[in-house]
DNA sequence: ATGAAAGCGCTAACAG
DNA sequence: CTGTTAGCGCTTTCAT
């Protein structure tokens, strides 16, 4: 690996000039340039990122800190994040942490020793204390939040609007003609699902109907479980919300087992959709996130942090639209109920 | 962010002293260590990790050259990859490829020269030339490959045995009674298609059938398409084996658009399984990978030839086991033959 | 066992 | 416009 000094004694110039042919500056006469650029080709330079990182303090990197990666909503945001960061010149370094906050504590550490310019973090889905992102900007490491809007601190973020997004989908339920419908999926206790509740919520009370709350692990085991306690009400819901796809196969599973189907035993709803979910019936009705756009929008956000266009300008909380796509799973409920 | 020189001040001793108590050295004194440990803990000094690098020419981190991200496949990958290397105490930079050689070319580039310690690559599906790889190792890089297995150079690789799986999975067709078996999926000049495809020919030589393969696009749309050719014959086949679950999931939306289902009209088995795909019915006959475990061995191996465990042995070439998951989209053919 | 000092390869003043 | 030089924060001889 030839060094930039190597390089200067080949085009018989200083170590300044390369790097200032290097660093595209103007000032620099054709005649240097072209020799400079001549002597890079025939020794195959390429300057060395870490030499450059300790000068100039900076890493050109991005952290990432993902919560759940084999959940392919979360695989969209990295993919999103990682076009974003490409198109810039930055790379990705990526933590996968399972929602453990004690794993995302340690990987906001470990990026953080890297000198990494910024960091993506996806929080982990149980509500607790941030003060390790907390530490990171006090250093001066840009964050933006992606997905969760962890409480108590002064963040970017990215989101959806959880809340309105769960009150539209429930408000179908009930223009559809169900007045029996749960929610399921996930605690009060989690980012996430508290607000999809609250949406749940609104809705329900906005059409004088009782609500039926269904907290479970926010996984298809949750779905599971929370399948199972719904079916064993007293007064069994005709329909139901489901917090998140994991939550809602889970459901559709235990209801299989037990012989039901939706949309004819019960309607069901979900937030996420994927594509290949299009090949498999009944289609699910769903709201559709736009996992890419929060990952690159977010690192674009914080790309602007780092590069100092948007100079401690108060925390951006950038909320992107969601969609609500109806399908067979709620549909036909007016009009005709089979038992 | 204090400094070592910061430390070495308030704890009284030199630079190299700080150093030796950071890396662990032994033959520091107790008294030396704890004044040191005191000055860390009280100035909360974390050491430069790109100071570091810029010395010992190491940086800690895998670079993984992913070609398909949101495949959850390579999701699954990546996260046994990024286990491995955290239990090392290694960081992953991620950048995904989109199957484009030409992208694929860049990221080593870019991976190289923010000098990462050794390289995971998932080449793209096409085959192509590979002198990216070459001059990486060359330089010192050390590269292990992981799904594919790229031609014509000597790289480590992690794979699976796609000729024995596919021979496997179509004898297990044909002890169905199948006789009419096609191929759907990826072309010969693709790496893991053509594999596949070769353990198909196999497995119908041997029984003496006349091979039927439709090569396609590797995706959801190649599945469709491979639908429409297969579907069209004169000579319907009565089972079918794809090369990836998205070529599968393309073939039965085709079916069921032409009103077929299976395993009635056509049996189907495919490569990959996931574990949501319980949830749907039928339940589709499969191959499963390995996927965590390619990115978790692949990391191993890798880290072993940083670590220089495996000093210039010949390239290694692992092959992790499938099993063929026999489920209800291959069932019940032979005794009745619905129409 | 500890300290002093020489770089790692680069950038950024600064001088000329 | 170009060259010189002083570090960035750390590790690692080499003396002591």
Redesign the interface.
């Known amino acids: ?1 030839p060094t930039i000094k190597e390089v200067a004694a080949r085009a018989g110039v200083s170590v300044g000039t390369v790097s200032n042919v290097l660093s595209g500056l103007s000032t620099v006469s054709q005649d240097m340039r072209r020799r400079v650029e001549a002597a890079i080709q025939d020794l195959g330079y ?6 450059r ?2 000068k100039t303090r900076r ?1 050109q ?1 991005l952290g990432m800190v993902i919560s759940d ?2 959940n ?1 909503f979360f ?2 945001v ?2 999103g994040a ?2 974003a960061a ?1 198109e810039h010149g930055f ?6 942490c399972r929602d453990s906050a004690e794993l995302e504590k340690r990987a906001v ?7 990494v310019d910024g960091l993506l973090v996806v929080v982990s889905i149980e509500r607790g204390c941030h003060e390790h992102l907390q530490l990171a900007i006090a ?1 001066g490491t840009p964050v933006v939040c992606l997905d969760r809007e962890p409480l108590g601190i002064d963040v970017d973020t990215v989101t959806i609007d959880n809340v309105a997004a769960g009150q539209q989908a429930v408000e179908h339920l009930i223009a559809t003609g169900h007045r029996v419908v749960a929610y399921v999926g996930g605690s009060a206790s989690m980012y996430v699902p508290a607000l999809r509740q609250q949406g749940y919520l609104a809705a329900m009370k906005a059409a004088g109907l009782r609500h039926i709350l269904i907290e479970t692990s926010f996984d ?1 085991q949750g779905g599971r479980d929370g399948a199972a306690r719904m079916l064993s009400r007293a007064k069994r819901p005709t329909a139901a919300l489901c917090g998140n796809l ?1 939550v809602a ?2 459901l ?2 235990e209801m ?1 087992s037990r012989g039901l189907s939706t949309p004819e035993d019960v309607a069901v709803a979900t937030f996420d959709h994927f ?2 979910l ?4 009944p289609q699910l009705t769903s709201i559709v996130q736009p996992a890419y756009r929060i990952g690159y929008e977010g690192a674009q956000l914080l790309l602007r942090r780092v590069l100092g266009q948007l100079n401690d300008s108060a925390p951006q909380r950038l909320t992107l639209p969601t969609q609500l796509r109806i399908a067979e799973s709620t549909a036909g409920f007016v009009g005709f109920q089979k038992t």
Request: charged share 30%; glycine share 2%; proline share 4%.
């Open positions: 690996m390429r300057p060395d990122h870490i030499a990182s300790l890493t990197t990666i084999v392919p695989a969209d990295i993919d990682q076009s490409s790379t990705l370094s990526i933590i996968n550490e470990t990026l953080c020793d890297r000198r250093d298809r994991q196969l889970g559709l599973q299989r594509d290949w299009d090949v498999f019936r």
